[in-house]
Structures are given as C-alpha cells and as structure tokens.
C-alpha cells in the first residue's frame, strides 16, 4: 500500500475507475474520506511539497504552490541558507528583499544533506510528501542517496520534479543553469533590446519565471495522473527548453519561413504600429493589431489620410513600409505629453497604456483592485509588502498562511509534528551539525 499523509487530492476533479490495486485503493479513498472538504481552504490544501531547491526557478514554483494552499517544506543549508538570502541590497531587516519576494507560505527546515543524518531525514520527509522539487546539477542527488531512483522505491507515490539548466542528459546537461546564460543560448537575449543597439537582458529573470510555471503545472498534470493511476514520477524541466519553447512566433518564423531573428525595441516583427512612442514628456504604448484598428488609431491622432494610402491599408504593407509610417506616427505623439494621449485613448477599444515606474505600477487603479499587494508581518523584517497571487479561484481561495520564512524557523516544529524526533534527538542533532 502507498504511503502519504496528503495522499488523496481531496478536492479533485477526478474519481474515476482505475486498473491498478492501487488506483482502485486510492479512488475508493477519495470517496469515503469524510474529512474531505474544500470551504475555505485553498485548491491544494492537503499536498505537502518537499522544496530542496533555491534561488528563483524553484522557489517560484514552491511559492506559488504555497499560495494555493500546499504545505511547503522548504529545506535549507544550516548557517547560510538559499542564496536569495543574502542577494542585497536592499534588506528588510535581517532579510533580503530579493529572499521575501519567492518565499512566502513556506516552512523553513535546515538540514544536512551532505551528512548521512540529514540524508536520513530528508527520505523520511519525502515519504511523508506528494511532491519532492530539486534544482540541483543532475547527478548531485544520487551522490547523497537523493535521486529519482532511489527515492522512488522507497516512495512510489511521490512525484519527483528536477529543474536544471540544460535537462538530465545531453552534451550540456552537466552546465550549471543561471537564467541570464540561458537566455542567451536559448535565444531571447538576441531579440531583445534597441533595433540598432547591443541584445539586452530582459529586466526581471523571465526565463527562470518561466521554468518555475512549466514546473508548477507539470506538477499539477502529475498529481491528476497519480490520481488516476496510483504512481508518481520523475518530472525532467529546464531553463533551456522552457526558453526555445517560449521563442513561439519568432521561433515558428525561423523554422517556417528560414526567417533569422532581430532586436526592434519595444516594436513587434509582425504587427506595425505595435510599440512605445515617445511623447513630450515619456512614452505610450500602442498597438493596431488589426486593419480596424489602425483606421480607429489614425482617426484619433488625425491623421486619416494614412489610413487610406495605399502604403498602409493592410497590416502586410505596414510592416514592409513600417520606417516611413513610424515615422509619421512618431512626429504625431511627440507634440502632446502621455496624459494626453491616454486621455484620447480611454474607451477606443485599441490597446494602449504608459510605461510605468515601480511607483506607477502599484499605485495604479486596476493593480489596487485586483489585490496585487500583500501585507503581512515577518518575524525578523516586521511589516513587509509582496506582489500577491496573480490568479483568483471562484469556489477556493489563495491562501496567505505565513510570511516568508527565518532560516530553520520550523525545524523543530515540522521534525517533531511529522517525523516524531524527540527532544533529545534534536539537541544530539543540533550538537553535530545535522540541523539548525
């Protein structure tokens, strides 16, 4: 018989029939568990996550889990922690701002693994958990007696999610993975920056963001799997992939039409106008995505006579005369300020908006009205504010459990309530070194 405490995904879609002794066990779980609710709780209340990893990718992904509702048992390095924590400044108290900002709704654990103790406790914890994720170079965990394979016999229930740079085999698999590299070889630093200038890094770690939503949904795909099923298994996500999977369009163009990529600003290769404008006194974004579009765009700037030259009436003759027509456009927007033309804009059904600062951004009306802003008080940091959950549920909630996290916070607590070490158990592990 399996094994786990957060077994049934009380709350899910799927109770059908199943093949496998195990299945037929687990689905006959599902509907006689009489503590099975879902009022107030979030849509994965009952899934316990294993987080070994650090950085962004990872914790990302373990944050967002968090947020709906999965218990997170995030395991860190004793004495210095994930790396995040020291990535400053700026510092919010004790913490890096960089640290708060992926790893709220998480329970800090600080063990050992390089000792055979630690190792020790880590497998039990696994057994106990539905989900393990790791971000080490592929190979490492094996080492420790970690990997896949062997913590698959010992828990078959437990879904297993590696995040690397360049995937688990491969002439580059053994490459440490840093979202900036990636993105370089993975193309996205090539296409992005000033049409004439150098490629640029995208200003937040997209391509690590990215990984870590490819792996929370890869999880979720596994965790309906082993519902139906009754067996974990090994999820294989990395950087690299998930950025050529992400080049979509531009990639399809290459592969398609043998059409090499290029850096345009903030314009688009297939869709003109569709970029940033310099006004007077800043930039607006506007794009014309259809022909409508653009006969409503030239009506609003006045300029109704480019809507009816027959260099610019279909969006295929605005991209290959885009140079004399931005030209024009450009001339337009710079004799009015950004207040202006967004006051032209309102209600015109053409996709329009500023380029905002920090300060913009979360005093903007709309990112107030979705609750974008969580507040919460931290142990060390005290008041502390976090871009919230970016999704709402009709029938569940987001789940605002803890802040994030003080290096080996719940040690003791999660030790003890899952594991059943005792007090002196503790103390001898602390005195050697297994935990903090």
Known sequence: ??????????????????????????????????????????????IRILDLTRVLAGPYCTMILGDLGAEVLKVERPGSGDDTRTWGPPFRGSESAYFLS????????AINMKS?????????????SDVLIENYIPGKLEKLGLGYNQMKSLAPHLIYCSITGYGQAGPHAMRAGYDVIVAGVGGLTHITGPEDGEPCKVGVAMTDLSTG??????????????????RGQHIDCNLLSTQVASLVNIGSNYLNADMEARRYGTAHQSIVPYQAFKTSDGYILVGAGNDQQFNVLCKLLALEELSSDEKYTTNQLRVANRRTLLAKLSERFAHQNTDHWLAVFE???????????????FSDPQVI???MVQEMEHPTA?????????????????????????????????LKDLLGVEDDQLTGFRETGVIQ
Request: with cysteine; charged share 15%.
């Open 1 to 46: 018989m399996l094994r786990n405490s957060a077994f049934p995904l009380r709350c899910l879609l799927f109770q059908g029939k199943s093949s496998s002794p195990q299945g037929r066990w687990h689905m006959h779980r599902l509907t006689t568990d009489s503590s099975s609710t879902c009022s107030n709780q979030g849509p994965l209340s009952g």
């Open 102 to 109: 992926v790893n709220r709704n998480k329970k800090s654990i």
């Open 116 to 128: 055979k103790q630690g190792q020790s406790l880590v497998k039990q914890l696994a057994n106990r």
């Open 213 to 230: 939503l490819y792996a929370y949904g890869s999880i979720l795909a596994a965790l309906l799997h082993r519902q139906k099923s009754g």
């Open 347 to 361: 209600t015109s059904g053409i996709p329009y908006g500023p380029i905002n600062n920090m300060q913009q951004v």
């Open 369 to 371: 009205h979705r609750g």
């Open 382 to 414: 005290g008041h502390i504010r976090l871009p919230g959950p970016a999704v709402k549920f009709s029938e569940s909630d987001t789940v605002l459990q803890s802040p994030p996290p003080t290096l080996g916070q719940h040690t003791d607590e999660v």
